[in-house]
């Protein structure tokens, strides 16, 4: 489901366009979250603006209907932190922290009651450079979803592969920075998570995406023939050991724990371009990842003509999932 964040100084204005248009979901309610409003909007909703983000919406209130929070104070009395639900169209993906693990099937009921869903799964976390999902049935055991997000179409299996729903705005804005005729490369595709939207919504001349996961990369294929794409070169194996140099006018580092991957993403680069750094960061060492990029260009010689950070979205308490993007020119 979808749904649009917005500054609540413009939240106003910005609700009685989407009134206007046609375009908001009157089922659900507009709620705050994070010091912004969420302004819920129909499916089939794509008009791109600066005013606001397009989210998906994990956690819709359903004006006759409880929402997850509700079910988690009326079951267990408090609402933790760590706990979350994740919707991809009828299947749920729900988080709990272990001291809640008791009330797993009573909460999976209870959710059946409150949304228009199929099947719900427990999630157990990620594993390996691969981050693959470990999920145990509650409810139900449908696990192959398709979603459309930003106009492109995402079909993979919930059981095998993992998908965020939080950096939507990070996709569509790499799309935005990616100029005519040029080479990207994406290191670690998965099922097409910045390659698809990229290649959608940019006028590149080419995309190598390349990925480790046998099943990321079949659903990698599947979505790159589900959106119609052309001029994508699919790879699968290993990046620090697949990826030419010399060739890229753009890097897309998508993995939150590829450090070791820096210099041979700088390799990868023709004599100038761009690398766009991910990492996960406690807020107390927050310029970790610039001093990290700026020292591998060090010591390859490489000058960096511009760098920035920005937060992509929080990732647990006090840690922050963060981007950089560093404009390099080799020797």
């Known amino acids: 489901m979808k749904a649009v964040r917005v500054r609540k100084e413009i939240a106003e204005k910005v609700r009685r366009e989407l009134e206007k248009m046609g375009v908001k979901d009157r089922k659900r309610r507009i709620r705050f979250e994070n010091g912004c409003v969420i302004i819920p909007v129909n499916d089939d909703f794509e008009l791109v603006s600066g005013e606001y983000e397009i989210i998906e919406d994990r956690n819709p209130m359903f004006r006759d209907r409880k929402n997850f929070r509700e079910i988690l104070e009326n079951i267990a009395g408090f609402y933790p932190k760590n706990a979350d639900l994740k919707i991809f169209g009828d299947v749920g993906i729900m988080k709990l922290p272990q001291s809640l693990f008791q009330y797993r099937n009573k909460i999976a009921h209870e959710i059946l009651k409150n949304y228009r869903l199929n099947s719900i799964w427990l999630d157990r976390g990620r594993h390996g450079m691969e981050r693959k999902p470990e999920i145990t049935p509650l409810i139900g055991n449908k696990s192959l979803v398709e979603i459309k997000e930003n106009g492109c179409i995402f079909r993979f299996d919930l059981r095998k592969v993992m998908f965020s729903q939080g950096n939507q705005f990070e996709k569509m804005r790499i799309a935005g920075l990616v100029e005519r005729d040029e080479i990207v490369l994406d290191m670690f595709a998965g ?38 794409l052309k001029n994508v070169i699919p790879v699968m194996g290993d990046s620090m050991h697949l990826t030419p140099e010399n060739f890229a006018d753009r890097v897309i580092m998508g993995h939150i724990r590829c450090e070791k991957f820096l210099g041979v993403a700088i390799d990868a680069l023709n004599e100038e371009g761009w690398v766009h750094y991910h990492e996960t960061t406690p807020e107390k060492i927050i310029e970790r990842p610039l001093k990290r990029v700026k020292r591998q260009a060090e010591s390859m010689n490489a000058k960096i003509l511009e760098i920035s950070m920005r937060k992509v979205k929080n990732y647990s308490p006090g840690v922050y999932h963060v981007v950089v993007d560093a404009r390099i020119r080799k020797n």
């Open 191 to 228: 099922i097409g998570y910045f390659t698809v939207p990229l290649m959608k919504h940019s006028k590149a001349k080419k995309c190598y995406a390349i990925e480790l996961n046998p099943d990321s990369y079949g659903f990698l294929l599947e979505n790159i023939r589900l959106n119609g």
